[in-house]
């Protein structure tokens, strides 16, 4: 199923022990960059066809971040579930068990599945370390694939992707968002990630396309929740507000569970 929509040479077994390597020598965390991800013809239709902003339903706007996103394939571009389908195939799922050694990855049809994301002017995601499960199906979250969809993109646009050490003492690795450009990388505590406030010509907007892998949970595999992250750079006021947020967050969201009020909200921040 992957075949057409992939990038042939992506899914070639016999391609995948360079890959592999690339990846697993990668720093500060296991990481693999592919260029020309998708064939050609989607990846233009995947542009040419990008909901807009306002049509996506969920609304990221917080001390730490500024984004939209959103996972309601019936209303877009059939392009959109032709991508979901490829990256969900056979083929895919065993080329990524072959680059990263995990086996038995798979994706899911919910929120913590496939998606998109977009930013507009000013735009960002503070560093963060991404939640570990999607407790509402037991799974344990693995690997995350992002495919950047921005054409004309220019470097002093920004928005790159950072991937900090775990100490959160440097900026590794720098990833453009550019055209049709993915990206995967383990999820643990070992890959903070996020991107700075973008700066963009009206009409323009930080696009790309999100799947996330999963495995049962091993023995001794617990859930963690997200959690942002402060760079050496931001001010003092930020951090203290960075850590008091994120302390709070995760102690109501236990009280709430804990007497029944509500679920947790599980969606993602990438």
């Known amino acids: 199923m992957g075949q057409g929509v992939i990038n042939p040479k992506y ?14 020598n990668a720093k ?19 542009f040419a066809h990008f909901p807009s902003i306002d049509d996506l339903n969920v609304k990221r706007k917080s001390l730490n971040e500024d984004k939209s996103e959103d996972y309601h394939f019936d209303r ?17 799922s065993d080329q990524l068990s072959r680059i990263t050694g995990i086996e038995g990855l798979h994706t899911t049809t919910d929120a913590l599945g496939s998606g998109v994301h977009q930013g507009k002017n000013g735009s ?9 499960m999607n407790p509402k199906l037991g799974l344990w979250r693995r690997i995350n694939l992002l495919v950047y ?5 220019k470097p002093e646009y920004g928005g790159a992707l950072e991937l900090w050490n775990k100490e959160m003492t440097e900026c590794v690795t720098q990833v453009p968002p550019t055209f049709n450009t993915a990206v995967i990388f383990y999820t643990d505590e ?20 999100y799947t ?39 102690n109501g969201k236990k009280l709430l569970k804990a007497i029944g009020i509500k679920d947790l909200d599980f969606q993602d921040k990438n």
Not at 28 to 46: G, H, R, S, T
Not at 190 to 209: A, D, L, Q, V
Not at 226 to 233: I, N
């Open 11 to 24: 899914l070639d077994a016999s391609f995948a022990g360079a890959l592999k390597d690339a990846y697993e």
């Open 28 to 46: 500060p965390c296991k990481y693999l960059v592919m260029e020309d991800f998708f064939n050609e013809e989607i990846a233009n239709d995947l």
């Open 76 to 92: 877009w571009h059939p392009s959109f579930s032709k991508v979901r389908e490829a990256v969900a195939s056979k083929d895919w």
């Open 124 to 132: 960002y995601v503070d560093v963060h370390i991404d939640v570990n």
């Open 149 to 153: 969809l921005n054409k004309n993109w």
């Open 190 to 209: 070992n890959s903070p990630h996020g991107y700075k406030k973008i700066t963009i010509p009206e009409g323009e907007s930080r696009k790309s396309f």
């Open 212 to 250: 996330y892998f999963y495995t049962k949970p091993e023995k001794g595999v617990s859930y963690r929740d997200s959690k942002f992250v402060s760079r050496p750079d931001d001010n003092a006021a930020k951090k203290v507000a960075t850590g008091i947020k994120e302390v709070l967050k995760v």
